[in-house]
């Protein structure tokens, strides 16, 4: 049973309860306290002798690369003679990480036929085996997870035996389930009887640099070297993205405002790493660029009184093009505290089709869900739609204390069917407005792998039908599963059309920085239909573009317009946005020259006033989650800009992120696209990564060529 720390606590994979892993994970094998305390052994694993199913004791001579180890002395094993193995230290309690070639006598073609773990006593070393490693690559390493917390082979080796509250094993695709590519290569679950204040000292020498950098670039593992035997490539060619043009160059002469709404989804990021990690190309349109750098958290400073947000830029040059600027645009969401949350009335709209039943829709789509109910309180409620080739009720709305009746619910599903999810999104809605809570959180979450194939189901019925439903007053979140059949599309544009937020949740990991950690700014809007508008000074500004939102640009009149649908902000949540600018002055092929015009002046002829410090103007227009009329913010961004190795961590990891995305979109606009340039500029802006997200950035950078 893994731990259940506060939610204040930050780990990088958070907490998962017992119910969640033993549901979730068939093979796996576990220890409690109770059947190995008070054991005269100086080692935990020494413990586990005779405890746990399938795991064996046996004794050999057999050490790593010994050519005796196989039969006939041949240095060629084969998959099933091929294990990895923790080996312990007889008399210091640490564990050295290593392969063990097995012989194929009788005992070993027994054990071999075992599917648990096997513990084995081999000239005074006990060793832990996990087996199905198909490589005695020394670099391939189990993930090691003490307390919630992933940690190297230094600290794994330091636990104190007398400390150990239980230890899991997790193996095959239940590890990559729950933990993502990282659980490739089996885990290692130790649950302690640390104190809290040891658990952050862990967590705090796990958060250096180097220590994450290790952790999470298991150095081997290269883009190109994914084996497709341990890394099967799975099929895209169903899934389903909109295909867009990159935002060109304006000319601020004829087009002197840049308008859009801002975009707090972060699927896109998610969804990139799924194909990376799974060793494929990423397809182009399945890169917002925009997605990727919100992905990441940046340090901007909380508003002050009744402000919803605060605005924040930063000026400096575009790493990509020396002779350019960029200019960084950040949001910040206020906090609100968690007893000052609004009720929730939340409608769970759950795709239960055929498409759902693989390991990482519905099954994991349940498990993360739970995360959600863990978190209500009396006040809130929860009900359950379910749709395949109909939709329907099963559990009306529910308090919020009631976990267990929830849970149950949730368990008894099943996939099955056609998908019907027009039919679904109708029933969601009626049961949301049914129970809708005045001034509190009405939402409508949707979780699916968006393959509706009943009644209405194309994209333009979609965004038809959302559009109508947002004006009930309730909130959209879609959570997307799955690949192979993958509808990206879909979901984006009932996100983006109905008042809503959009993730990919590929493994618990995921769902846990989304539905846990980050829980009060994904599901509580602070304000709606939030617009920015921008108007560049042509003094300095020669040329401008917009760095991605490609799908969520308006047109200058829409502005002002409150009757036009824009992006969500969340409590606590940040927004940032980047202009790559042209100043004045400078020769560019990418510069659109202006015609000379004979009845009508520029811009910059007819411009009045002296306005030399000043870069541009920049314009908010929000409303509040309940009000329709907007309000609008105006700051003037001055004309200062700083070189770029002065600019702050959080703008050169942001300069990254959007660099890294645009060579993946093997964008014209770039002209310097290696991969280590970007690679160094990410880890510049490192310092800022208590969970390792940007960390494991640098970790994907690297894998690309």
């Known amino acids: 049973m893994l731990s259940s720390p506060s939610s204040s606590e930050n780990h990088s994979f958070g907490y998962l309860e017992e119910a969640i892993i033993e549901s979730a994970v068939n093979k796996s094998v576990s220890a409690t306290a109770e059947t190995i305390q008070d054991r005269a052994n100086a080692l935990a694993i020494q413990s586990l002798q005779g405890q746990l199913p399938g795991l064996k004791i046996g004794t050999g001579s057999a050490q790593p690369g010994n050519k005796k180890s196989v039969p006939g002395g041949s240095p060629v094993a084969s998959q099933n003679q091929i294990t990895r193995v923790f080996t312990p230290q007889s008399d210091s309690g640490e564990f050295k990480v290593g392969v063990k070639v097995n012989r194929e006598d009788k005992t070993t073609e027994q054990s071999l036929k075992d599917k648990g773990t096997s513990l084995t006593n081999s000239q005074d070393e006990n060793t832990i085996v996990l087996r199905g490693v198909g490589t005695i690559d020394l670099n391939v390493k189990p993930l090691l997870i003490v307390d919630g917390i992933p940690v190297d082979e230094d ?20 590890a990559t389930s729950i933990y993502g590519s990282r659980g490739v290569n089996g885990v ?45 490539k799975i099929p895209v060619d169903n899934e ?15 087009a002197p405002l840049s308008t859009f709404s801002i975009d707090v989804d972060n699927a896109s990021y998610t969804n990139v790493r799924r194909f990376l990690n799974n060793g494929q190309t990423v397809p182009k349109h399945a890169v917002r660029v925009e997605e990727m750098i919100n992905f990441f958290k940046y340090q901007y400073p909380q508003p002050k009184g009744d402000a919803p947000f605060l605005i924040n830029t930063e000026y400096s040059d575009a790493p990509w093009n020396p002779k350019h600027k960029l200019l960084k645009i950040g949001l910040k969401g206020k906090e609100i505290p968690s007893a000052d949350l609004p009720a929730s009335n939340f409608v769970f709209l759950i795709d239960v089709s055929g498409s759902m039943e693989d390991d990482n829709k519905l099954p994991l789509l349940k498990q993360s869900m739970k995360l959600l109910v863990n978190q209500m309180r009396r006040e809130d409620r929860i009900a359950i739609v379910v749709y395949a080739g109909a939709a329907g009720l099963v559990l009306p709305s529910t308090s919020g204390a009631e976990k267990a009746k929830i849970i149950a619910a949730l368990d008894n599903l099943n996939a099955g069917g056609s998908t019907a999810g027009g039919a679904g999104i109708e029933l969601a809605y009626k049961t949301a407005q049914e129970n809708f809570i005045k001034s509190g959180n009405n939402r409508v979450i949707l979780a699916t792998d968006g393959d509706f194939n009943v009644g209405a189901s194309s994209d333009k019925d979609m965004q038809t039908l959302i559009e109508e439903k947002r004006k009930s007053g309730v909130f959209l979140t879609c959570l997307g599963y799955g690949m192979g059949n993958y509808k990206d599309a879909k979901l984006e544009i009932l996100a983006d059309k109905g008042n809503g937020n959009y993730a990919y949740i590929d493994n618990m990991q995921e769902a846990t920085r989304f539905l846990d950690k980050e829980f009060k700014g994904s599901m509580y809007a602070i304000a709606k239909d939030v617009k920015i508008q921008i108007e560049f000074n042509p003094k300095h500004v020669q040329s401008y573009r917009l760095i991605g939102y490609e799908n969520r640009k308006l047109r200058d009149e829409d502005f002002v317009n409150d009757a036009i649908d824009a992006g969500e902000l969340g409590s606590g949540h940040t927004v940032t946005a980047l202009y790559e600018i042209i100043p004045t002055g400078i020769e560019s092929e990418l510069f659109p020259v202006v015609p000379q015009l004979k009845y009508s002046t520029t811009q910059t002829q007819t411009q009045t006033g002296n306005y030399n410090d000043e870069l541009a103007t920049i314009k908010f227009r929000h409303k509040k989650p309940d009000e329709d009329k907007s309000k609008e913010i105006v700051q003037v961004i001055p004309n200062v800009a700083v070189p770029l190795q002065k600019a702050s961590g959080d703008f050169k990891f942001a300069a990254a992120v959007a660099w890294f995305g645009l060579k993946l979109r093997d964008s014209k606009l770039i002209p310097i696209k290696e991969t280590e340039a970007i690679k160094q500029l990410a880890i510049q802006g490192l310092q800022n990564d208590p969970e390792g997200y940007r960390a494991e950035f640098v970790r994907l950078v690297d894998m690309v060529k």
């Open 155 to 174: 600290n794994f080796r330091g636990i104190n035996p007398n400390t150990v509250k239980d230890i899991k094993i997790v193996k095959d695709t239940q």
């Open 188 to 232: 290692v679950v130790i649950n302690t009887k640390m104190t809290r204040k040891e658990r952050k000292r862990l967590r705090k020498r796990m958060n250096s640099i180097n220590k994450i950098q290790q952790l999470f670039n298991p150095g081997h593992v290269e883009f190109k070297g994914k084996s497709p035997e341990t890394h099967p």
């Open 240 to 254: 389903e993205y909109e295909s867009f043009e990159e935002n060109k160059f304006e000319n601020p002469a004829t």
